[in-house]
T-cell receptor, first 111, second 115 residues
Framework: AQSVTQPDIHITVSEGASLELRCNYS??????LFWYVQSPGQGLQLLLK??????LVQGIKGFEAEFKRSQSSFNLRKPSVHWSDAAEYFC?????????FGTGTRLLVSP | GAVVSQHPSWVICKSGTSVKIECRSL??????MFWYRQFPKQSLMLMAT?????????EQGVEKDKFLINHASLTLSTLTVTSAHPEDSSFYIC???????????FGDGTRLSIL
């Protein structure tokens, strides 16, 4: 069965600093991978997705993620964090149409 | 981009009543929709997969008679929490899509509080 691990429960980054959120997945075939962001009390917004092709994926709001099959990872990055990026971030893998989510990483942005 | 509308966004009701939550795909047709439950500071837990014109598929441990799902059209799925009790209080989120190379798109969620 597929699974997703987000090892960091929360991360604090200074505004303007770079960000990397870790995601490791377990899936037998070529995975469909996603990063979603959730602001408090709201639904999830898709940041980016990987299905195939170029392993470096560009998303919205300046985010990117790199798929590394050898490491079973799909880490999310942003070169310069803005205060509005503070939110909960979920990595997910799709198997048989269902999404399996990681436990999420809460991003805090300090002034 | 694709939009999924969920209504109501917040509902408070007395114990024992039934509550219906609607999920609509506004600009695309969705043969499949999904219902999730999210506890505070936790991840999303898939409750059931809603299939247009057929019965929903429930995840293990989810009470079918408690959480009634209807997917009568390609743009609307409803979740009814029957005889709701305080332990049913939670954040419920629906999504639609996710077929082929399309991602799932999520509604804004419904905060359900049972008194």
């Amino acid at each position: 069965a597929q699974s997703v691990t987000q090892p960091d429960i929360h991360i604090t980054v200074s505004e303007g600093a770079s960000l990397e959120l870790r995601c490791n997945y377990s899936y037998g075939a070529t995975p469909y991978l996603f990063w979603y962001v959730q602001s408090p009390g709201q639904g999830l917004q898709l940041l980016l997705k990987y299905f195939s092709g170029d392993t470096l994926v560009q998303g919205i709001k300046g985010f990117e993620a790199e798929f590394k099959r050898s490491q079973s990872s799909f880490n999310l990055r942003k070169p310069s964090v803005h205060w509005s990026d503070a939110a909960e971030y979920f990595c997910a893998v799709r198997g048989f149409q269902k999404l399996v989510f990681g436990t999420g990483t809460r991003l805090l942005v300090s002034p | 981009g694709a939009v999924v509308s969920q209504h109501p966004s917040w509902v408070i009701c007395k114990s024992g009543t039934s509550v219906k939550i609607e999920c609509r795909s506004l600009d695309f047709q969705a043969t499949t929709m999904f219902w999730y439950r999210q506890f505070p500071k936790q991840s999303l837990m898939l409750m059931a997969t809603s299939n247009e014109g057929s019965k929903a598929t429930y995840e293990q441990g989810v009470e079918k008679d408690k959480f009634l799902i209807n997917h009568a059209s390609l743009t609307l799925s409803t979740l009814t929490v029957t005889s709701a009790h305080p332990e049913d209080s939670s954040f419920y989120i629906c999504s639609a899509g996710g077929e082929g190379d399309q991602p799932q798109h999520f509604g804004d969620g419904t905060r359900l509080s049972i008194l």
